[in-house]
């Protein structure tokens, strides 16, 4: 099975949140073939959630999973740490007061 790199996702990403109107940016540039994405969500009021996407071994499923969510500078510390484990890893924040990350959308777990 074919796999989408990690920049085009990355980039398709971001022009769907555009499309809707939610801000997005690229906070770490990671590897453009196999980085793994966070996505934080920034809700502007103090607090946030960093999502990694996980893979379901029973079921072969991928699924956007909360790593981390609470006070924005305990997320920061969260993602700092992982970045610390991955220099490959992309980070992506997304502010968006309403909390719209459409992770759980079609076609975005894949």
């Known amino acids: 099975m ?5 920049e085009f996702w990355v980039h398709a990403y971001l022009a769907r949140l555009r499309l809707v109107g939610i801000p997005a940016f690229v906070v770490a540039h990671g590897d453009d073939t196999g980085g793994a994405v966070l996505v934080k969500l920034n809700t502007l009021d103090g ?32 993602v700092t740490r992982q970045r610390g484990f991955d220099s490959d890893l992309w980070v992506i924040e997304v502010e968006d007061r309403a909390g719209r990350h459409l992770l759980d959308e079609p076609g975005l777990s894949d």
Request: no cysteine.
């Open 47 to 78: 607090q946030a959630a960093v999502y990694q996407r996980s893979f379901d071994l029973m079921t072969g499923d991928r699924a956007w999973i909360a790593l981390a969510s609470g006070a924005e500078a305990e997320v920061d510390a969260a």
């Open 2 to 6: 074919t796999r989408l790199t990690a």
